[in-house]
């Protein structure tokens, strides 16, 4: 992953909704949510919303599958799990004690 990419979906989850967005769509899996859920969820109107989820997506940590007249909302799974190794390669100069907790979180989280 470049740089470049990694300060832009860092910079989109930097902000209270976007990263709350996110989280939502994470816990929602694979099937994800319409725009009118995640709005009600959120208590937002659906213009910041709208904003809130095109910024995630021009990140790429999010995708919008229109169905019928909703669109879907989906976490970009291999997005994140990108991101998460670009920040954690090269661990602590191969010292597993620090690393150990992460992976020992993210087994329990997902999994």
Do not use: H, W
């Not at 470049?4 to 860092?10: F, G, M, N, T, Y």
């Not at 930097?14 to 989280?23: G, W």
């Not at 021009?58 to 670009?86: K, P």
């Amino acid at each position: 992953m470049e740089s470049k990419l990694a300060l832009s979906q860092l910079s989109a989850l930097a902000q209270d909704n976007r990263l709350a967005v996110f989280r939502l769509l994470v816990k929602a899996g694979r099937d994800g949510l319409p725009a009118g859920e995640i709005a009600a969820a959120m208590d937002v109107p659906p213009n910041t919303l709208s904003a809130q989820l095109n910024i995630l997506s021009n990140a790429g940590l999010i995708e919008g599958t229109r169905r019928g007249r909703s669109i879907i909302y989906t976490a970009n799974y291999d997005a994140i799990s990108g991101l998460i190794v670009f920040l954690m390669e090269d661990c602590c100069q191969g010292r597993e004690e620090v690393c150990a907790p992460v992976m020992v979180a993210a087994r329990s989280a997902c999994c």
